[in-house]
T-cell receptor
Framework: GAGVSQTPSNKVTEKGKYVELRCDPI?????LYWYRQSLGQGPEFLIY????????DSGLPNDRFFAVRPEGSVSTLKIQRTERGDSAVYLC???????????FGEGSRLTVL | DQQVKQNSPSLSVQEGRISILNCDYT??????FLWYKKYPAEGPTFLIS?????DKNEDGRFTVFLNKSAKHLSLHIVPSQPGDSAVYFC???????????FGTGTRLTVIP
């Protein structure tokens, strides 16, 4: 497809489990962002990649959260030892240039029981 | 601390009338402002933006106004249509930064 693709669309897991969320950006977009949207809130910045490297990871809430983008395209957000407070919609966005318009995917809804 | 605030969680407007969505910010380093629209089960989509060097930007039925001294911006939709019913997020970016700060959103309902 032409847009940002995120999988899974829904993930239900138990507290303490490990989760991976995948983002496939628009082809050719070098900038990739992860945001988290909790219920009743706006999207909250987590991490930004320019190419393969994490240019800004200041939004990651703690060291249980990690993201990679090994080949400068697909990115994976990894959450270890999930907690109920991690329940949210995780949004991925890509952009064709630094500080350009962001194109968002539909999000991955994570529910931690 | 919320740097971008949308104090109205919801707004209802009659079809054909003007919708005005408001947004306030606290960070004077913000130099670029955007509005995103979000339908249920979809990601936010870009609607319109404005640079801090301007006070107005218009695109069809959508106009964004920026009042830097008041740290306030607003989105005007006229005439409003039922298809405009969605959650609207205000967002802002600091000079030289890459990430956006979002407000909590305003749910607009346009009544036919």
């Amino acid at each position: 497809g032409a847009g940002v693709s995120q999988t899974p669309s829904n993930k239900v897991t138990e507290k303490g489990k490990y989760v991976e969320l995948r983002c496939d950006p628009i082809s050719g977009h070098t900038a990739l962002y992860w945001y988290r949207q909790s219920l009743g809130q706006g999207p909250e910045f987590l991490i930004y990649f320019q190419g393969t490297g994490a240019a800004d990871d200041s939004g990651l809430p703690n060291d249980r959260f990690f993201a990679v983008r090994p080949e400068g395209s697909v990115s994976t957000l990894k959450i270890q030892r999930t907690e109920r407070g991690d329940s949210a919609v995780y949004l991925c966005a890509s952009s064709s240039r630094v500080a350009g318009e962001l194109f968002f995917g539909e999000g991955s809804r994570l529910t931690v029981l | 601390d919320q740097q971008v605030k949308q104090n109205s969680p919801s707004l209802s407007v009659q079809e054909g009338r003007i919708s005005i969505l408001n947004c306030d910010y606290t960070n004077s380093m913000f130099d670029y402002f955007l509005w995103y629209k979000k339908y249920p089960a979809e990601g936010p989509t870009f609607l319109i933006s404005i640079s801090s060097i301007k006070d107005k930007n218009e695109d069809g039925r959508f106009t964004v106004f920026l009042n830097k001294s008041a740290k306030h911006l607003s989105l005007h939709i006229v005439p409003s249509q039922p298809g405009d019913s969605a959650v609207y997020f205000c967002a802002a970016r600091e000079t030289g930064a890459n990430n956006l700060f979002f407000g909590t959103g305003t749910r607009l309902t346009v009544i036919p």
